[in-house]
């Protein structure tokens, strides 16, 4: 149904109600009305009472109601706690999905489509729910069905939930006035959307070449220290795109236009990332900051990593923003076995929450007190952005706080995981090593966590406190210490290991000055994540040759400098980019500013791969790319390998570039690492 049918759809539908005896023909006429743009199985109105936290059926019988509690889990309660739209199309593969509720007593629904009928967008108080459930069958809710359903019900709420009628000719004015109001108001969205969409990428595109020449330093860099600082640089830029791109999100949420895509992906990297990004942060204003990754977490995940990382950064921003000097931040994921799910927490000490706002803190642009604004900062689409985000990953996102005492937020994802994936960690390696753990600090939190994951990977220990003697049964491989003080129990420690012995020594931070330990001794800090510790385990118990000095060599190669590479960008920064990485690796690169200009060139030479840019004034790269594969048709020239770059992580622009004879689409920012490996898909 085009545009302006379906507002004349919805008009008819109104002069229909107009005349309807009662509110069972009123129900009526709105059943048949939604069954013309969303087939449906069952269909039930629900009215809400905000007070009592509970939804009642409107049944055509009214003795036959039944009322409802939103307190629990569940679909429902979900629509009810974050004042959105949600469709599951699989209800039992959902976490959200409450058997007792969800289904309002209907047998064989599979799919469920819920629509909140709020107020206004004010106060956004909640006036019912409708609901809409489906069978086993082939049919499945799309997103066009929430955004019809939103405009029907906004259209005809009046009629159910507020009053029997709107006879009178001040409510006829009235609709009128809401009428045109909209259409204004729809007008005023879009060039809003236009302006988010054009104002980003023009901030996003110095901010991407920022990064990628930061990743050009980290490849000539060899001083530890100096390239900790680089990867600093390189994760803070990062973070400020994707502070950038909340707004843009907002919008997507608000229009429906919010996609996910899904890649298989490290999740210990992932988190790890996370986790590093944010420890100077919190070191910065005097926060503790405990982490503990679950180290049987599987080695491969299917799943949008980009949005995950999203939620866990909009949920540690807020924990930093308010937890006061000397507080505490907990970063934990876990690994549910049984039910194959992540469960992944962030605590902190900090101001908390209300029991009357948690409720609306989910809501767009809403912050716990008005003047949390101005002293924190913040634009409150956080927390809406993570609770969208959650449920289009079939997740949940919950809320737990006591004001004054701290909060914690609790993100729930199902694992998706390719077949035969297994944790990333291998146990195997320390099950005959004889460990010590050597502590000396009041403060033992490093040494703790470590305890911690050598318990999850069943990896034997003794512990050993300072203050007491220790009764020696046998030499040992390895001990583990916390670096306060430990420099006056060398000695004593390196004389319970046996002759070829290391030691870890552990420290809430990195002083390359104060490291004069040899091969035996090696250092980890804070955060202690799982990748990090037991590869440096695994080094100092079967030591490596390899190191960050080989960096630069291994993107050289001579089996890449006859091949070569044309680079279409508009962005002088980013072509420069470009190219500089593309000669690292040894290939011959002719770049150009102006897609016109590459055609020619493309016309004329005869290259191996081609990096194209979408976004450009001239014309768009998937113009470009379809008259390139004309061209090689035309000729009779081998298909060249086209790469096509964009700023926008969209299924749209991807699926077009895709069509224009693309071979694939990265997202800009793309990594040094990233460029390499297409680059030798391409070639190979």
Excluded at 55 to 82: F, V
Excluded at 222 to 248: C, F, M, P, V, W
Excluded at 597 to 624: C, H, K, R, Y
């Amino acid at each position: 149904m085009l545009d302006n049918e379906f507002n004349t759809f919805i008009d008819d539908t109104i002069e229909k109600i107009k005349i309807s005896k009662d509110k069972t023909e009123l129900i009526e006429i709105l059943q048949d009305s939604i069954k013309s743009f969303v087939p449906y199985k069952e269909i039930c109105f629900l009215s809400v009472d905000e007070d009592r936290d509970t939804a009642t059926t409107m049944p055509l019988i009214e003795s036959e109601s039944k009322t409802y509690s939103l307190n629990d889990k569940g679909i429902l309660s979900q629509c009810y706690q974050s004042h959105q739209p949600l469709l599951v199309n699989d209800i039992h593969r959902s976490l959200l999905f409450n058997e007792g509720i969800d289904c309002l007593d209907k047998e064989d629904i599979y799919k469920i489509l819920v629509v909140p009928v709020l107020n206004n967008n004010v106060d956004k108080n909640m006036l019912g729910i409708v609901w809409i459930g489906i069978d086993k069958g082939f049919q499945q809710f799309i997103q066009q069905d929430i955004d019809n359903l939103v405009r029907f019900t906004n259209a005809t709420k009046r009629f159910l939930f507020e009053s029997d009628s709107l006879s009178s000719d001040d409510n006829k004015d009235s609709l009128i006035a809401c009428k045109e109001a909209k259409k204004i108001l729809q007008i005023k969205m879009k060039r809003l959307e236009e302006y988010f969409a054009s104002t980003i990428h023009d901030i996003r595109t110095p901010m991407n070449a920022v990064i990628g020449f930061m990743e050009l330093m980290m490849l000539d860099e060899k001083d530890e220290q100096k390239r900790s600082y680089i990867n600093s640089t390189l994760k803070s830029g990062e973070h400020i795109i994707a502070l950038i791109n909340d707004a843009l999100d907002m919008s997507k949420v608000a229009s429906g236009k919010m996609t996910l895509d899904k890649t298989t992906f490290s999740p210990l990297a992932g988190f790890a990332d996370v986790a590093k990004l944010f420890h100077n942060s919190m070191r910065k204003n005097s926060i503790n900051f405990d982490v503990y990754i679950d180290p049987l977490v599987p080695a491969k995940i299917n799943s949008d990593l980009y949005r995950i990382k999203q939620i866990i950064n909009n949920l540690l921003s807020n924990a930093l923003k308010f937890t006061p000097e000397n507080g505490t931040v907990t970063f934990e994921v876990n690994y549910d076995e049984d039910k194959n799910r992540l469960i992944i927490s962030v605590a902190d000490t900090g101001i908390g929450i209300a029991k009357d706002r948690q409720k609306s803190i989910f809501s767009p642009y809403t912050q716990e007190k008005n003047s949390t604004c101005s002293k924190y900062g913040g634009t409150g689409l956080g927390l809406a952005i993570s609770q969208q985000l959650s449920i289009l990953l079939d997740g949940t996102l919950t809320l737990e706080s006591e004001q004054g005492e701290g909060s914690k937020f609790t993100l729930m994802l199902p694992c998706e995981t390719p077949d035969g994936t297994k944790p990333q960690i291998d146990r195997e390696i320390y099950r005959d090593q004889n460990i010590l753990i050597y502590t000396t600090y009041k403060d033992h939190t490093l040494i703790d966590t470590i305890k911690r994951y050598f318990d999850r990977l069943d990896i034997k220990y003794d512990t050993f406190d300072s203050t007491k003697k220790l009764k020696i049964e046998h030499s040992y491989d390895l001990a583990i210490v916390d670096r306060e003080d430990s420099i006056n129990y060398i000695d004593e420690i390196q004389g319970y290991l046996d002759d070829d012995g290391k030691i870890l020594l552990a420290e809430y931070k990195f002083d390359s000055k104060e490291c004069y330990f040899d091969g035996a001794v090696k250092l980890i800090y804070s955060p202690i994540l799982p990748d990090m510790l037991f590869d440096t385990l695994q080094n100092l118990i079967m030591p490596s040759d390899n190191n960050h000095s080989n960096d630069e060599d291994r993107y050289r190669s001579d089996r890449l400098k006859d091949y070569k590479v044309l680079v279409v960008d508009d962005s002088m920064i980013n072509l420069k980019l470009m190219s500089e990485v593309l000669k690292k690796f040894q290939l011959q690169v002719v770049s150009s500013y102006n897609p016109k200009e590459a055609l020619s060139i493309f016309e004329n030479e005869t290259f191996n791969i081609v990096f194209i840019d979408q976004n450009m004034p001239i014309m768009n790269g998937d113009e470009a790319i379809m008259k390139m594969r004309n061209i090689e048709k035309e000729r009779g020239l081998k298909r060249s390998t086209i790469y096509a770059l964009t700023g926008d992580a969209n299924l749209d622009t991807n699926e077009k570039m895709i069509k224009s004879g693309a071979d694939a689409v990265f997202t800009k920012p793309l990594h040094i690492n990233e460029i390499y490996k297409a680059v030798s898909e391409a070639i190979e």
